[in-house]
């Protein structure tokens, strides 16, 4: 049984200003609850309906039927209190009880023999009916209303109960046990890092993401795919990829300073060189942008993965931090090095074994009438469309005819060569990639990680794991101590409930 305190709405003697607001909460608190009972005492003196106690047990039991009312100072008003209780103007379900309260120094045993007097004797309180008066009375309803309320309340409380239970017991179970020897210590360490081993496989080698199925940027396969779908399109749309920008004009300039004593119907490869070089040195700094990107991606991924199965045991974590970040710039500079050997090799050398490159070159060639004739036919438009290269303006090119089919021809070599060349440098991308991350995964890490936590230079990380932190320990202690706790008031409950069973009524 909970004595609230009485609503209180001015504040006085240094009362905190919201004194009403602290007290209304804290009477909400008690009474909210369904297996708790109500017990409204109101005085005789005042009008129920205007009682600021039975407002507040209506919002929380409007039909009233965990709500018991009882009426002290019935000496005080005993004209219409009849009335009062027998027409329940409030729904006070649970019913009413009339009292007298214990005045001066009476016993408890004077108070109780006066009350019975009172109600026996006085001309208006002896009509009210014997089974409402009488602190006796309030006992007796109070103890059937308890045990009413309790038996059809037990099994939720027991339900309750155990799942605090349950609960209480799975997270003591996440918790690390106290490891008391170096071999524990690295059977520990071993387990997180064969189980965080396993969580990268899947979700940076496997595609499965089951482990974070709402963390769509965890869902590591796929955003691979997407930045190298970005990466491509950047190489795609950068300005190195358009054919149509100041048509044939460069393949003429560079004709020109490529000149040479020979035959005249040879294209000097030293022209197409320079032209290969100039496109590959345009884009020469997307490869080591994408390789920056997609890195810092893989490093959040890994720490994110190796923290997670690391954190029961704080005292590795930063250990573990540290190995991943210099083992993925490690792999960083490794494939940013890599990369830029193939952008050299791309501006170095020109060759393709894939037989689209001599079918795009024949087709683009296939036109080289249709620019000749718009070239010499000054009557005709300047703008013609072609295939492969898009609409393209030749008014320039009229007042300069030489070399212009050596120039045409050039231009659509390197067209043609372009593709290839953009193609190579995202699949050799896509392949270093993914060589480096199972590599990452499945040899580097764990070197890594071993080394900065067991080798003698190392951060003695396995040393710490022994040194329990002091939040864990008091995370301990409080949850043995609440399942103690829940385990002996489970036994209580069904103690209870078998004597509800055994003798349909709950005992003292």
């Given amino acids: 049984m909970v004595d609230l305190p009485g609503i209180t709405r001015v504040p006085v003697h240094g009362q905190p200003e919201d004194i009403y607001e602290q007290i209304s909460e804290m009477i909400m608190e008690y009474i909210r609850p369904e297996e708790s009972i109500i017990l409204n005492v109101l005085s005789a003196t005042v009008d129920f309906s205007t009682c600021e106690s039975i407002r507040m047990s209506q919002m929380v039991d ?37 009292v007298r309260n214990r005045i001066g120094e009476e016993t408890y045993h004077e108070a109780r023999l006066e009350e019975a007097k009172l109600f026996k004797t006085h001309p208006l309180l002896c009509r009210i009916d014997k089974s409402i008066v009488g602190v006796p009375v309030l006992a007796q ?5 308890q045990a009413t309320i309790m038996a059809k309340c037990l099994p939720e409380i027991v339900k309750k109960i155990n799942d605090k239970l349950n609960a209480h017991v799975a997270e003591l179970k996440k918790i690390p046990k106290n490891l008391s020897s170096v071999t524990e210590a690295m059977t520990a360490f071993m387990q997180i890092l064969g189980s965080a ?13 089951d482990e974070y199925p709402e963390e769509k940027n965890m869902h590591c396969t796929a955003r691979l795919v997407e930045m190298l779908n970005q990466y491509s399109e950047e190489l795609q749309n950068c300005a190195e990829n358009d054919p149509r920008t100041n048509f044939l004009l460069e393949e003429l300039e560079v004709l020109e300073e490529a000149k040479g004593i020979g035959l005249p119907n040879f294209l000097p490869r030293t022209a197409f060189h320079t032209l290969l070089q100039r496109k590959v040195m345009g884009l020469s700094s997307k490869p080591p942008d994408f390789v920056d990107r997609v890195w810092k991606y893989i490093e959040g991924v890994v720490i994110r993965v190796l923290m997670r199965h690391s954190e029961n045991y704080p005292q590795l974590q930063s250990s573990t931090r540290r190995a991943a970040s210099s083992l993925i710039n490690k792999m960083k500079e490794k494939v940013m090095d890599r990369m830029m050997e193939i952008v050299e090799m791309e501006k170095l050398s020109d060759y393709t074994c894939n037989p689209e490159y001599m079918l795009e070159w024949n087709n683009l060639m296939s036109q ?30 009229r007042h300069c005819k030489q070399q212009i089919q050596e120039a045409f021809d050039l231009k659509m070599r390197i067209t043609a060569y372009w593709k290839i060349v953009l193609r190579r440098l995202v699949d050799s991308m896509a392949l270093h990639l993914l060589f480096s991350v199972q590599n ?8 890594e990680i071993v080394g900065e936590l ?5 951060s003695g990380g ?19 101590s609440s399942i103690e706790l829940l ?22």
């Fill in 62 to 98: 409007k039909t009233g039927r965990r709500t018991l009312a009882v009426v002290t100072k019935a000496d005080k008003a005993p004209e219409g209190l009849i009335e009062k209780v027998t027409a329940d103007d409030v729904n006070i379900g649970l019913g009413y009880v009339c």
């Fill in 141 to 145: 309803k109070l103890t059937q209303i």
């Fill in 197 to 209: 081993k396993e969580s990268l496989r899947k979700i940076l080698l496997r595609g499965e993401f």
């Fill in 368 to 397: 080289q009438n249709k620019v000749m004739d718009a070239i010499d036919d000054v009557s005709e438009p300047s703008n013609i469309v072609l295939q492969g290269i898009g609409e393209v303006d030749v008014e320039n090119l």
């Fill in 440 to 447: 990452l995964v499945n040899n580097e890490m764990e070197k």
């Fill in 454 to 458: 067991i080798e003698p230079n190392g």
């Fill in 462 to 480: 396995i040393e710490r794991m022994l040194e329990e932190a002091p939040s864990v320990v008091a995370k301990r202690n409080k949850l043995n």
């Fill in 487 to 508: 385990r002996e008031s489970k036994a209580e409950v069904a103690k209870i409930m078998d004597r509800i069973a055994t003798d349909g009524e709950y005992g003292d």
